[in-house]
């Protein structure tokens, strides 16, 4: 996957970011804390093929996936999904 953009966010008193990627078909939006994955989700959204991935990228839906993974973080959606896990 391709490095699209990195987008630096502060949550409580931490250091994240998040990551835009690409391939051909594929826009995958991930959040990353001291550059390890920060939780096991990806939003991600499918192209395609007869569809350029690179106009896909300026669309506000890639916007509304880097908010999903801000919320993620701050509603510690990772954690409680852990703990129904145990």
């Known amino acids: 996957m391709i490095l699209f ?3 630096p966010t502060k ?5 994240y ?8 078909t594929t826009v995958n939006v ?3 804390l ?3 994955p920060a939780n096991g989700f990806r939003h991600q959204i499918q192209i395609p093929k007869k569809f350029e991935v690179k ?6 839906a ?6 999903m993974s801000k919320n993620d973080i701050i509603e ?3 954690e409680r999904l852990l703990k129904t896990l145990l």
Do not use: Q
């Open 34 to 36: 001291n550059s390890y």
């Open 5 to 7: 953009k990195k987008i």
């Open 11 to 15: 949550i409580e008193k931490k250091d």
């Open 30 to 32: 991930v959040a990353f």
């Open 62 to 67: 890639v916007k509304e996936l880097v908010e």
């Open 55 to 60: 106009k896909a990228l300026k669309a506000d």
């Open 76 to 78: 510690k959606r990772w």
């Open 17 to 24: 970011e998040i990551r835009i990627l690409y391939d051909e």
